[in-house]
């Protein structure tokens, strides 16, 4: 496992916890930049949640 990989593994749920805390802000950046007629590729892999 290289570096990369090792820092993510260990800052992954941490990570996800921090953006999820402030989900409204990400979707209101979201609506500043985008328009509803762009074409988004989201390449990656977030959180999953099962239920």
């Known amino acids: 496992m290289n570096k990369s990989e090792s ?3 260990k800052t992954a749920n941490t990570y ?3 953006e999820k805390k402030d989900e409204q802000t ?3 950046i ?3 930049h985008l328009k509803i007629s762009d074409i988004v590729l989201d390449y990656g892999w977030g959180p ?3 239920q």
């Open 7 to 9: 820092f993510w593994d």
């Open 16 to 18: 996800d916890q921090f």
């Open 26 to 28: 990400y979707i209101n």
């Open 30 to 32: 979201v609506k500043k």
């Open 48 to 50: 999953v949640e099962l």
